[in-house]
């Protein structure tokens, strides 16, 4: 167990230094695709903290990817500095998921599913109409004052501190009280409650967290792409990918959605570089086989054959 | 003194399922640290007033006392953190966890005030489990032990919530003879020692006599007798509910 973890630590700080030293001999092309496959990976991390750790799946929660991206849009545009529109993305998205929060979460399983899936197309709809948003046509966003090779650079390093931070941050809350309280809501609702959980406030507390995350990397990628439109940004097929990204990780480990995110944004990559015409169906047999053979996704799997041979070791001592 | 003794106080509590009247106005008390046995045929209301006791189901009319507050309006979390818990007929583990981890949440969690940081939890979850006789399976995880040790770990899980008053809802069921009789002997000691007064629900009628203080027998959602062991088993009301009315008169004329 101890030596495992050890191993885990060590693999952790190589990666660290990899991807810090990373930008200085990628190409431009690399580092892109390894900040979107980052910002992938914390709003994967926001539907496992969710899903893979509370059995909650939040299938609208590109609407708050939407909402981080618009607030900082409609902010900067105001005047805001990058670095005041940012908390105020956040806030406003923390807002929002407590609100329909504590209203959505008395639903419980694939009905609280369903009814993000209703807000997202609601707010959509909001924002294509709206002055404010600069309708469906989308709005642009003041440009970063950096040389093109600079900004690279800039916002691979910002969304990889975000998802740094997202991974500790749910790594934390797991590790806690709250964390077992909701570990407890995915295992039997009823049992935990029985046992003194506050259900309804552990589920928005925890939804709150991942809005908050998913908000972060709305804000960094309307900053960074300068133009968005509400089709792309509240687009559901965000969350829906990001579900994939976490099964095919490993729902509920806490560094299942960044393996899940290189695996499926490199497999995806490199289906449409290989099978320009029919590189979704490539993409797709590809995911249904990884289900297929690890339904734990890749680290539950891991972690299962870590656990069969500590097993075998320990039966081995035993007799 | 007599009334400081009552922990809890259940006052012509009723549920009703449209026309069912599981619960009917079903009136009495808990005194602390005793055993109570809840026995009665099945349909007889038994579980239906646990769930409205610990808050799972709405009461239709009633009230539940407990410490001097009314807990019946309140939500299943509010009432365990007062000391007011259950146990459930068909076991709940939190699958995906360990035993350990499953005697903790109620550690964690539980009653309110009283210490509950991440170490003493834990310490507090040790001690319970070796109580029961669980420590040495702590890190199996639930889906892997057998029905008598998951038994024990919802007891386990429910002593770690250090409650007042527990509901115990036919913890004995799918045990064999030697298990009842390690488990019953469990039950009384921990009553003794901890001062917890235990509402005992079972079907073995031989259980329920050796360990209750007191006896209340449910028939069609009613209260019929209320007594010590020796006056329920004799009571002819009592027979006539469990074996039917031919045997009522024979057990009258063997008197």
């Known amino acids: 167990m101890l030596k495992s973890k050890k191993l885990t630590g060590l693999l952790l700080l190589i990666a660290m230094i990899f991807f810090i030293l990373l930008p200085r001999f990628a190409s431009g092309y690399s580092v892109r695709l390894i900040t979107g496959i980052f910002m992938y990976a914390v709003i994967a991390q926001g539907i496992n903290l969710m899903s893979g750790y509370m059995g909650y799946l939040p299938f609208g929660n590109a609407i708050f990817f939407g909402i981080g991206a618009y607030i900082t849009a409609i902010g900067m545009n105001k005047g805001l500095s990058f670095f005041l529109a940012m908390p105020l993305a956040a806030i406003t998205a923390m807002l929002f998921s407590l609100v329909f929060g504590f209203m959505l979460l008395r639903l419980r399983g694939h009905y609280f599913s369903i009814a993000t899936i209703g807000i997202s197309a609601a707010l959509l709809g909001v924002v294509q109409n709206s002055e404010i948003t600069g309708g469906a046509m989308g709005t642009t966003v003041p440009l970063i004052t950096l040389s093109p090779s600079v900004t690279y650079g800039y916002f691979y390093y910002a969304m990889f501190a975000l998802m740094v931070l997202s991974c500790l941050t749910v790594y934390l809350v797991i590790k806690s009280k709250f964390g077992f309280g909701l570990r407890s809501i995915k295992a039997n609702q009823e049992a935990a409650t029985s046992m003194g959980i506050n259900t309804t406030y552990h589920k928005a507390v925890a939804w709150a967290i991942s809005a908050l995350f998913t908000s972060l990397a709305g804000a960094l990628y309307a900053y960074w792409m300068s133009f968005i439109a509400p089709a792309e940004v509240f687009d559901i097929m965000i969350a829906v990918k990001c579900i994939v990204i976490m099964l095919i990780g490993g729902a509920g480990t806490v560094l299942g959605p960044i393996v899940g995110a290189f695996v499926v944004e490199l497999v995806a990559e490199s289906a449409w570089s290989a099978f320009p015409e029919y590189h979704l169906a490539v993409l797709g047999i590809t995911i249904i086989v990884i289900l297929f053979f690890v339904p734990k996704g890749i680290l539950g799997a891991i972690g299962d054959f870590v656990k069969w041979r500590e097993l075998r070791l320990t039966r081995k001592v035993s007799v | ?255």
Do not use: C, W
Not at chain 2, 128 to 138: C, F, N, R
Not at chain 2, 228 to 255: C, F, H, M, S, W
């Open chain 2, 1 to 255: 003194m007599e009334a400081n003794n009552v922990i809890l106080t259940i006052g012509s509590l009723s549920k009703y399922f449209g026309a069912l009247k599981a619960v009917d106005k079903v009136s009495f008390d808990v005194k602390r640290g005793e055993i109570l046995g809840l026995i009665g045929p099945n349909g007889s209301g038994k579980t239906t007033i646990t769930n409205v006791v610990t808050g799972a189901l709405p009461k239709t009319s009633g009230t539940v006392i407990f410490e001097g507050v009314d807990t019946s309006s309140l939500k299943p979390y509010q009432i365990a953190r007062k000391g007011l818990t259950r146990t459930f007929q068909v076991v709940k583990p939190l699958l995906g966890m360990t035993v350990e981890e499953n005697v903790l949440v109620g550690s964690l969690y539980g009653r309110d005030k009283r210490n509950t940081d991440m170490a003493s939890a834990i310490k507090r979850a040790r001690e319970t489990m070796e109580l029961v006789g669980l420590e040495g399976k702590k890190d199996f995880s639930v889906s892997d032990i057998t029905l008598p040790d998951l038994k024990k770990m919802e007891f386990a899980r429910v002593l770690a919530m250090e409650p007042k008053v527990v509901f115990l809802d036919e913890v004995m069921g799918g045990l064999n003879p030697a298990e009842v009789e390690e488990a019953s002997i469990l039950v009384r000691r921990l009553s003794r020692e901890r001062g917890l007064s235990i509402v005992f629900i079972e079907h073995i009628m031989k259980v329920v006599m050796s360990i209750s203080d007191r006896i209340i027998v449910l028939h069609h959602g009613k209260k019929i007798v209320e007594g010590t062991p020796q006056e329920v088993v004799n009571d002819p009301i009592v027979i006539e509910a469990y074996l039917g009315k031919r045997y009522a008169k024979e057990a009258n004329n063997e008197g």
